[in-house]
């Protein structure tokens, strides 16, 4: 079975620098796709950025780009210029490819706090 | 283009009793799950239906817990009897197809407090 994980319950950030997240995940699979998810106190779950597997080339939407380590199962998430907007919780999520389902498997999140 | 609408916001209930959620996807999507969300954790899968008919429902607690989406539109999620343990927020969302890197559209959950 898959599983995400999350290790940093908590991070914090002053406007305007950078912050990283972490995830790693584990699986047998070799097709697959990552996602980051942010989840504001209104508790809407909105898409932050995708990654293909297969794809070498990591993501990048805006002031959101990911480091994609296949082989050591990471997937971070880097926010640049980091804004007050951003502060929320933050889900690191996976979805076979191979299932018929489309299933999110979610990591316990990161709460990123932005400071002024 | 309306969102995933969900109904209602909060919910507090003793426990045995009984309470259901609905959900409204967004137009033409295809595919609708629901997800239990556990203070502190991530969501977890509890249905996802494809159309009608039901895709998976491994992890949902069957002795309590139903849902059904009659003629592939709204869907509703029912709880009886409720336990302390199924305090939680209820997510449901919606995508084209259940597959891929297709994005799910999640609406804002109910909030369910079981005393």
């Known amino acids: 079975a898959q599983t995400v994980t999350q290790s940093q319950p908590e991070m914090s950030v002053q406007e305007a620098e950078t912050v990283t997240l972490s995830c790693t995940y584990d699986?047998?699979?070799?097709?697959?796709?990552l996602f980051w998810y942010k989840q504001p106190p209104s508790r809407q779950m909105i898409l932050v950025i995708r990654?293909?597997?297969?794809?070498?080339q990591n993501a990048t939407e805006n002031r959101f780009s990911v480091n994609f380590q296949k082989a050591a199962k990471s997937f971070s998430l880097k926010i640049s210029d980091s804004q007050l907007g951003d502060a929320a919780m933050y889900f690191c999520?996976?979805?076979?490819?191979?299932?018929?389902?489309?299933?999110?498997?979610f990591g316990q999140g990161t709460t990123l706090q932005v400071k002024p | 283009e309306a969102g995933v609408a969900q109904s209602p916001r909060y919910k507090i209930i003793e426990k045995r009793q009984s309470v259901a959620f609905w959900c409204n996807p967004i137009?033409?999507?295809?595919?609708l799950y629901w997800y239990q969300q556990i203070l502190g954790q991530g969501p977890k899968l509890l249905i996802q239906?494809?159309?009608?008919?039901?895709?998976?429902d491994s992890q949902l607690p069957k002795d309590r817990f139903s849902a059904e989406r009659l003629k592939g539109v709204d869907s509703t999620l029912k709880i009886q009897p409720a336990k302390l343990e199924d305090s939680a927020v209820y997510l449901c969302?919606?995508?084209?197809?259940?597959?891929?890197?297709?994005?799910?559209?999640f609406g804002q959950g109910t909030r369910l407090t079981v005393v």
């Open positions: 969302a919606s995508s084209l197809v259940g597959a891929g890197g297709t994005e799910a559209f």
């Open positions: 699986t047998s699979e070799s097709d697959y796709y």
């Open positions: 990654q293909e597997a297969y794809k070498q």
């Open positions: 999520a996976y979805r076979s490819v191979s299932s018929n389902t489309g299933k999110l498997i």
């Open positions: 137009s033409g999507h295809a595919t």
């Open positions: 239906f494809q159309n009608n008919g039901v895709v998976d």
